[in-house]
């Protein structure tokens, strides 16, 4: 029953081809992606700084600040996104605590990357 009610939180999936931009810089953030299918890239200044597998995330910064997208995605392969708006998020966030616990610690990880790329 809960994978039924996270289903309907879920906007529809979207297809993405190789080297398709999935967003920009700038941006507005109103929703993140879940990675179905395939991987995409998060880009700053053209360097990628993390390629997502499936299951994992990206556009969540922008989603929680409401600020402008911070980075670029790319489909680095042929790739299937989930998108998720603020509201949906919310939702999910209050209805399953361990999702908002999930987004956090994908952010935290990102962090602590970027620290050790800036000390390099």
Do not use: W
Request: glycine share 6%; hydrophobic share 45%; proline share 2%.
């Amino acid at each position: 029953m809960q994978h039924q009610d996270l289903s309907n939180q879920i906007e529809k999936y979207q297809s993405f081809a190789q080297g398709e931009i999935i967003f920009r810089e700038g941006d507005p953030g109103d929703c993140l992606y879940i990675v179905a299918e395939g991987r995409a890239d998060i880009v700053v200044d053209n360097l990628i700084l993390e390629t997502v597998e499936a299951g994992g995330i990206l556009g969540e910064l922008a989603l929680i600040d409401d600020r402008p997208r911070s980075a670029r995605a790319v489909a680095h392969t042929d790739c299937v996104l989930t998108s998720i708006t603020r509201q949906h998020f919310l939702n999910l966030v209050q209805r399953t605590p361990l999702f908002a616990l999930q987004v956090m610690r994908v952010m935290a990880e990102r962090l602590r990357r970027a620290n050790v790329r800036a000390r390099a």
